[in-house]
């Protein structure tokens, strides 16, 4: 499975691209796969404060819905609308076209907890299986 | 249902389990006095003995078959063909109760799924879920997906929108953040148009009206989703769904949501319930509608086939994050709906709207030539009217149902500024003759 050396990760799997004070989030192939078809998100709002760890958007599938945290604190400055129209670019596209929004960083200290591709791929690997 | 027994040696295991000794010990909390009241309870009867005295009792109600009925505010007496009663009581529908296995319960779904198509072409809307409980309840879930959907924390409702629905909708955002401010209505019955955009503000997440209104006014909206749209908010109307056969759909008002009482399609009064709540939204809103939802769709053969859709919505999904805590609908009684209205057809819908407009009309005018009463005459009504009396109300009613007639509901109970006036329904279950017959008795009081 790809898991991008130059992102971030968290332990529930949001990806997390760094550019300067900006960061933006996405979910991981791993992820994508065991939501399965993404049929609706509901992005955050442009100006809506978060705080990590805590919910920030939904990612829906045909049989459940999936919250998706923040990995950093900060506040939402996009969201990607083409989700809208679009769900499945999660699917195909999880680390490009399938983005899900990006924040301002408010907290850049909080970027120290989070896994390189590494870890991740070794968190995965302990993942219990289905 | 099979009888479940619990041995004593299954006792014994259950209270180690929790790790008592004795029942005795376990609700040893409760004062002994309260452990096993004396009740006073009459001797056993016979089953002759039970039925006779039930039928005693049943006597001592009057129907509204047995007197003239003039009572609406919320209920309302109407025709119901003996078709639709049939289709209800077909045992395949009346024994099914829920899908509780969806998939398996093809014919349940279909009827959903029937009632929701007829609803949003009634409602002028584009998604109706499968019904709650009563109109009260959904008009409260529609208030929820305003506050939720805006993320605003007020909603701003009609005084003349139906005080029960109004004390629903208190309890439902009872110990929330949420707050309900309330604009009030004219001395001809209409909503203040002033109040209502002085009160429209930044926190608004949602303005309800009622139309007609609790007074039976049919409601002048004209330029009101405008304001309210502008202001970010939502509007939310309650209507009694057979009068949409003769006036504006909610759609048409360019309303978000629709959501009041289905009573009136094909439900008896039955005192009070069980009746019907519908609510109907826009596409935009989808994804915040409350309780079930049925889908058409195709099967793995490709053939049509029907299932509950959008469940992730729903509370077995999503939690606590759920919006609403409502998993279960009145699926009979949506079926009654949708019997009611399938056996009308659009234009037996705009029939029977209009006949009940035409009696009310007759009474309403007959009403306006008494000396000692006075009626709303500056807007439209559909089946009902508020009627001015002179005289002390309670003593007409009680000079009337010694007659046999109820006269209407007393507005005084809801409205204490609204002394001896009343308010008058008239449906198609009421001939020329049983009006006359009304307006003669209320001429002698």
């Known amino acids: 499975m790809n898991f991008p050396e130059n992102l971030r990760y968290t332990k529930t799997h949001e990806w997390i691209a760094v550019q300067g004070t900006k960061v933006k989030v996405g979910v991981t192939e791993y992820a994508q796969k065991e939501i399965s078809d993404v049929v609706f998100v509901e992005l955050p709002k442009a100006g809506q404060a978060v705080q990590q760890a805590k919910m920030a958007a939904v990612v829906e599938s045909v049989k459940a ?45 909080e970027l120290n907890s989070l896994m390189t591709a590494a870890q991740y791929h070794e968190a995965v690997q302990q993942a219990p299986k289905h | 249902m099979p009888y479940l027994s619990l041995t004593e040696e299954e006792k ?56 003239l009925s003039f009572l609406g505010a919320g209920s309302y007496e109407h025709f119901i063909p003996a078709a639709a009663l049939e289709i209800v009581g077909r045992q395949e529908f009346l024994t099914a109760y829920t899908p509780y296995q969806p998939e398996a319960s093809q014919g349940t779904l279909q009827a959903i799924y029937e009632y929701q198509s007829l609803m949003t072409e009634l409602t002028g809307l584009d998604v109706s879920n499968a019904s709650h ?165 195709q099967d793995a053969d490709g053939k049509r ?17 759920a919006g609403s805590n409502i998993c279960s609908n009145q699926a009979l009684c949506a079926l009654a709906a949708c019997a009611y209205m399938t056996l009308l057809g659009k234009k037996g819908i705009h029939e029977i709207a209009e006949i009940n407009w035409d009696r009310a009309n007759y009474l309403r005018n007959k009403i306006a030539g008494l000396k000692n009463f006075e009626v709303d005459t500056m807007q439209p009504i559909f089946n ?45 279950t009421k001939s020329k003759e049983d009006l006359d017959r009304f307006v003669e008795a209320l001429a002698q009081c």
């Open chain 1, 65 to 109: 819905a999936f919250d998706i945290y923040a990995p950093v604190s900060g506040t939402i400055t996009d969201a990607n609308k083409a989700l809208e129209a679009n769900p499945g670019l999660i699917n195909h596209s999880p680390y490009a076209d399938g983005w899900i929004f990006e924040l301002e960083l408010s907290n850049p200290s």
């Open chain 2, 12 to 67: 014994k295991a259950m209270l180690g389990e929790i790790g008592v000794r004795s029942f005795d010990e376990l609700i040893k909390d409760i004062p002994v006095s309260l452990r096993d009241p004396k009740i006073s309870l009459p001797s056993s009867l016979s089953e002759p003995e039970v039925q006779d005295l039930i039928s005693k009792l049943g006597r001592k109600n009057t129907s509204t078959k047995d007197a």
């Open chain 2, 133 to 297: 409980y009563d109109g009260a309840t959904s008009l409260a879930e529609a208030a929820l997906v305003a506050l939720k959907h805006t993320d605003r924390p007020k909603l701003l409702v009609a005084r003349s929108v139906h005080p029960h629905y109004r004390e629903t909708m208190r309890t439902y955002l009872a110990g929330t953040p949420y707050k309900v401010e309330e604009f009030g209505f004219n001395e001809d019955g209409n909503f203040n148009r002033e109040e209502f955009v002085a009160k429209l503000d930044a926190t608004v997440a949602g303005v309800i009206f009622q139309t007609p209104n609790f007074l039976g006014l049919v409601e002048d909206l004209e330029g009101v989703s405008e304001k309210i749209h502008a202001n970010g908010s939502l509007m939310i109307l309650t209507s009694d769904p057979l009068s949409l056969g003769l006036f504006k759909s909610p759609g048409e008002w360019g309303a978000d949501i629709a959501a009041g009482e289905g009573q009136p399609l094909g439900l008896s009064m039955m005192f009070g319930g069980p009746y019907l709540g519908y609510f109907v939204t826009t596409q935009a809103l989808m994804r915040r509608i409350p309780g079930r939802l049925a889908g058409l769709t």
């Open chain 2, 305 to 321: 086939a029907f299932c509950l859709t959008l469940q992730a919505r729903e509370q077995h999904i999503r939690r606590e994050r």
């Open chain 2, 384 to 428: 009902e009217f508020r009627v001015k009396s002179k005289k002390s109300f309670a003593k007409i009613e009680e000079k009337l149902m010694a007659q046999d007639i109820f006269p209407g509901v007393a507005l005084e109970t809801f409205y204490p500024e609204l002394k001896d006036q009343f308010l008058v329904c008239a449906t198609e």
